[in-house]
């Protein structure tokens, strides 16, 4: 479960911009939530914050029974490569490398073994239906395709928690249809996930439930 208690978040530059004002909510496991609200209102801020990227200038965030608020920074890695999958508009793949390279990246870090790494990259391909290209430069791919590896590479440290911010932002329809009905598959395979996106069709179409942000506050949702 997710759950944010009483969480505001000021950034202090010149003057002081108050992004979110005293947000409480829970999202259930294994559902797909999504997050809408117009440009600058504060989606991405809210989405770092349960990513653990920023932190709440007051409140409380519980991820998956920790409370993000009293980890130190081992805990917080840890928390960023297992607990957490993120999936961003511009795909943020090594271009130069295989399919296969970009999703065992993550196993590296954690020091998985050769062997064992591509066994699970190659589990969560298929999963995507990406398998049979695992050989393949990501440069040759097209947008869609270059969508699904990212978000095996979400998956390959078993996340439990996706958060895809815009991810069919850079995408065609027919693309972005795609990696929806994949990101919606999840949440049968017990992943959580946590959806930005501004087409509002599409958050009707595949949400559990729809989170408006307005003015720093939740200003509707639908359950
Ligand atoms: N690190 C920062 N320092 C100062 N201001 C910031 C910072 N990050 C975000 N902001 C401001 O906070 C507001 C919310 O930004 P955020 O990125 O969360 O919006 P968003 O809803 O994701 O917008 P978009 O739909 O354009 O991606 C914006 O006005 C932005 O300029
Ligand atoms: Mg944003």
Do not use: W
């Not at 978040?9 to 294994?30: A, G, M, P, R, Y």
């Not at 390959?156 to 850079?170: F, M, Q, R, S, Y």
């Not at 919606?184 to 439930?209: C, F, P, Q, W």
């Amino acid at each position: 479960m997710i759950k944010l208690e009483n969480v505001s978040k000021t950034f202090k530059d010149n003057n002081q911009l108050e992004v979110l004002k005293n947000i409480s909510f829970e999202i259930e496991d294994n559902t797909f939530t999504t997050i809408v609200g117009k440009s600058g209102s504060g989606k991405t801020t809210l989405m770092n914050i349960i990513g653990s990227i920023d932190v709440p200038t007051s409140g409380d965030v519980y991820v998956c029974d920790k409370h993000l608020n009293n980890l130190n920074d081992k805990e917080i890695s840890e928390y960023r490569n297992k607990t957490i999958g993120f999936v961003f508009q511009s795909f943020y793949l090594e271009q130069q490398f295989s399919v296969l390279e970009n999703v065992c990246m993550p196993l590296v870090i954690a020091g998985v073994k050769r062997k064992e790494r591509e066994e699970t990259a190659r589990k969560y391909l298929a999963l995507l239906d990406m398998l049979d290209k695992e050989k393949t430069k990501v440069y040759k791919l097209s947008g869609g395709e270059k969508q699904r590896v990212a978000i095996a590479r979400a998956l390959v440290n078993d996340a439990k928690v996706i958060l895809a911010d815009e991810p069919t932002g850079n995408l065609d329809t027919k693309n972005g249809t795609i990696v929806l009905d994949e990101l919606k598959k999840l949440t049968k395979i017990g992943k959580t996930v946590v959806l930005i996106t501004h087409n509002m069709e599409d958050a009707k179409k595949y949400s559990d439930r729809i989170l408006l942000l307005k003015d720093g506050v939740i200003s509707y949702e639908n359950n």
